[in-house]
């Protein structure tokens, strides 16, 4: 089993939709979580953080479930240009620590069209 | 600010040649990521170094590659020699601390012959 799974896709939905992914986590001991997002033959670039407590920017939503060890990203009223990978990303280690190791989900495909 | 630096932008070379790539990380940050992207095996960290010291680098594929930091300012990732199975892009990313969020640098995008 992966260390972080992520549903591949692609997801295709159209604009306006309202679309969510998933990323489960087998390390009970992971202590900080982020989303990525990278674009055709481009770097990943951080999307947002994902608090315990769940938070919003915008249109994007994380959530963390410690219990059922999982995060998810909601997308609300879909635009062309979210159209990218997804990146999961869970660490060992905390925040304000210097130590664990970061391991990436192998990304969801997001194709919004008109 | 720069963001994290990398060069070259592209290398295309024989295989049996000697490859390095070079990043500069971020001033101030304190740790530092290797990852290869393919679309067979997506995104695998190669090593991470923190405080110029190598912490994990079991995702080096083989001898053949070497990564150093001897500095806090600059790091290669050097392949010798090249296959052309080594052919991706290499990322190189870092942090102010391993558990905060990685920033990468644009790639280098490897191809070898």
């Known amino acids: 089993r992966k260390e972080v799974e992520q549903d591949p896709g692609p997801f295709n939905v159209p604009e306006g939709a309202t679309v969510a992914f998933n990323c489960t986590y087998s390390n009970s001991a992971s202590q900080s979580f982020f989303w990525y997002r990278q674009d055709c033959r481009k770097e990943p670039k951080l999307l947002m953080s994902?608090?315990?407590s769940g938070n919003e920017d915008g249109r994007f939503t994380a959530q963390l479930n410690r219990a059922s060890q999982y995060i998810s990203l909601l997308i609300r009223d879909s635009k062309l240009s979210d159209s990218a990978t997804y990146l999961c990303v869970v660490n060992v280690g905390g925040w304000d620590t210097n130590a664990g190791k970061s391991t990436f989900g192998d990304g969801t495909t997001l194709t919004v069209k008109p | 600010d720069a963001g994290v630096i990398q060069s070259p932008r592209h290398e295309v070379t024989e295989m049996g040649q000697e490859v390095t790539l070079r990043c500069k990380p971020i001033s101030g940050h304190n740790s530092l990521f290797w990852y290869r992207q393919t679309m067979m095996r997506g995104l695998e960290l190669l090593i991470y170094?923190?405080?110029?010291?190598?912490?994990?680098d079991s995702g080096m594929p083989e001898d053949r590659f070497s990564a150093k930091m001897p500095n806090a300012s600059f790091s290669t990732l050097k392949i010798q020699p090249s296959e052309p199975r080594d052919s991706a892009v290499y990322f190189c990313?870092?942090?102010?601390?391993?558990?905060?969020?990685?920033?990468f640098g644009d790639g280098t995008r490897l191809s070898i012959l």
């Open positions: 990313a870092s942090s102010f601390l391993i558990g905060q969020p990685q920033h």
């Open positions: 170094f923190n405080n110029n010291v190598p912490i994990d």
């Open positions: 994902v608090y315990s």
